[in-house]
C-alpha cells in the first residue's frame, strides 16, 4: 500500500511538473512574447553597434590628431596663420554716387547673356 503512494504521488509530481515546465514553453511561444523577445535583442544588438562605432571613431580622431602633429612637425607648420579676408564683390555694377546710373540704373553692362527663358527650349 505504500508503495502505490508512493508511485502515485511521484506520478502526480511529475505531472505537475510537466504540465508547468509546457505552460511556460507555450507561454514563451505566444507572437507577443517572440515579438517582445525580437524587440530586446534588436534593441540588445543596436547598443552594442552604437558602443563599438563610437569607440571607432573615437580611435580615429585620435589617430587623426596624431597624424597632424606628425605632418605639422615634419613641414615645419607649428603655428596656425590667419587666413585672409574674404573678398567681397559688388553683385551690382551701378552705385548712388555714380550719376550715370542715377536715372537709368543698369545691373550688368556689356553681356552676351540673354535672359531669353525660351532660348535653351
Given at each position: ?7 502515485f ?35 540588445e ?18 589617430n587623426?590628431?596624431?597624424r597632424e ?7 615645419g ?40 527663358r525660351?532660348?535653351?527650349?
Amino acid at each position: 500500500m505504500f508503495r502505490r503512494t508512493f508511485w502515485f504521488t511521484t506520478g502526480v509530481a511529475a505531472g505537475v511538473w510537466a504540465t508547468t515546465k509546457v505552460n511556460r514553453k507555450l507561454k514563451q511561444l505566444t507572437p507577443e512574447s517572440l515579438a517582445a523577445t525580437a524587440a530586446n535583442k534588436a534593441l540588445e544588438t543596436g547598443q552594442r553597434l552604437k558602443d563599438r562605432a563610437v569607440g571607432f571613431a573615437l580611435d580615429v580622431r585620435d589617430n587623426m590628431a596624431q597624424r597632424e602633429a606628425e605632418l605639422e612637425e615634419a613641414l615645419g607648420i607649428h603655428d596656425s596663420p590667419e587666413l585672409p579676408a574674404p573678398r567681397r564683390y559688388t553683385a551690382i555694377e551701378n552705385s548712388r554716387s555714380n550719376p550715370k546710373y542715377i536715372e537709368n540704373p543698369k545691373y550688368i553692362e556689356n553681356t552676351t547673356y540673354s535672359h531669353n527663358r525660351n532660348e535653351d527650349h
